[in-house]
């Protein structure tokens, strides 16, 4: 049983058609790691919000490229572009049977270096290793599309961001224009120093002078002109100081008392102004980049070593089929053998 088991499955094997292996082994690019990459690196959780990533690298906010690699799209195109159907004589089968078939001779083996090996078998070797070579090109073909995709949506968030901004900075432009003429506030650190700089030179004056006044009341007496004269004079020194804290035109046109609060309101404003100053300015080489990545077509898989076409057949192994069922079908005979030979002790047994 074994022999004849043995001589009928390398009788089915030879009726199987051979398969030779082709192999082609990539890289992925290195990271970008220009300036403009660094400016995208810093818009990552703008970036993370509308669901945009960047392929290169393994970072925690990319996706591997085998993700490419398993995309359905690519199947079907393989099977189109080599009318596997006809070969693999799956006219009748669904698209899904299809697919299952080219996966049986796909093989897609990621590396703890960071390499991916393809491995793809058919019946001619020439076309095997055309085949894998088609397969990244069309790998790198759906990697571009797919970046050129999220660069457009990228290139649409920031060009509206960046309308928005100049936007803002208009408003904020006529706002501190308006606001600068109507207080005459054009720098409040400047203004408030040299108010109180003012300030403090005429209080010191109005003491300086009632100091003088005290004495000449001590020695003239009340009545006497030089110290009415003095005491006019400290009046008016008193009025000037209130007129200065109390009423508009000294630092600007706005009363000292209300200066924390005006300045208050211009520096908010100001701040705004250079902070949409500031952003904008960061996002332009991350828009210009993003242009960029709309017209470029970069690989994301580099071939290290091509596909070679194979002299050997890969598959299927006749000898081992043939050996595998003769084996089994010893094992098999024996198992038999020793199950019938039980049952007849265990009858002869029970007859007694």
């Not at 690699?69 to 006219?91: F, G, W």
């Not at 020194?237 to 209130?242: E, G, I, N, V, Y």
């Amino acid at each position: 049983m074994s022999i004849v088991a043995a001589i009928g499955a390398y009788a089915y094997a030879i009726s199987l058609p051979s398969y030779f292996r082709s192999t082609v082994n990539c890289v992925p690019p290195k990271a970008d790691q220009s300036a403009l990459g660094g400016a995208l690196g810093g818009l990552t959780s703008t970036l993370k919000d509308i669901g945009l990533t960047k392929m290169a690298g393994k970072s925690a906010d990319a996706y591997d490229f085998i993700v490419i690699l398993y995309a359905r799209s690519l199947r079907d195109s393989m099977i189109k572009r080599y009318d596997l159907v006809t070969e693999y004589k799956l006219e009748k089968a669904t698209a899904q049977e299809q697919r299952d078939e080219f996966e049986d001779n796909l093989e897609i083996n990621l590396h703890n270096e960071g390499n991916y090996e393809i491995t793809i078998y058919d019946q001619d070797p020439v076309k095997a290793a055309e085949m894998c070579t088609t397969f990244v090109s069309y790998a790198n073909a759906l990697s571009n599309r797919i970046a050129r995709e999220e660069a457009v949506k990228a290139t649409a968030y920031l060009e509206n961001r960046m309308r928005l901004m100049d936007s803002t900075m208009f408003t904020l432009a006529d706002s501190l224009s308006a606001y600068s003429k109507k207080y005459m506030m054009f720098s409040p650190l400047d203004q408030a120093k040299a108010s109180a700089t003012a300030i403090t030179e005429v209080k010191a004056n109005i003491m300086k002078q009632e100091t003088i006044l005290g004495l000449l009341e001590a020695n003239y007496g009340a009545t006497d002109p030089q110290v009415q004269a003095q005491r006019s004079m400290v009046a008016t020194l008193k009025t000037q100081f209130d007129d200065m804290q109390n009423k508009p035109g000294f630092a600007g046109n706005f009363a000292l008392s209300d200066a924390a609060g005006v300045g208050a309101r211009y520096m908010k404003m100001y701040a705004e102004y250079e902070a949409s100053v500031k952003v904008k300015a960061f996002m332009m080489p991350t828009l210009e980049q993003m242009r960029l990545d709309q017209q470029k077509s970069a690989p994301s898989l580099i071939v290290v070593d091509p596909p070679l076409v194979s002299e050997k057949k890969a598959r299927p192994r006749r000898s081992l089929i043939a050996a595998g069922t003769g084996i089994g079908a010893g094992i098999l005979s024996v198992l038999i053998i020793i199950l019938l030979f039980a049952y007849r002790s265990l009858k002869a047994q029970i007859n007694t």
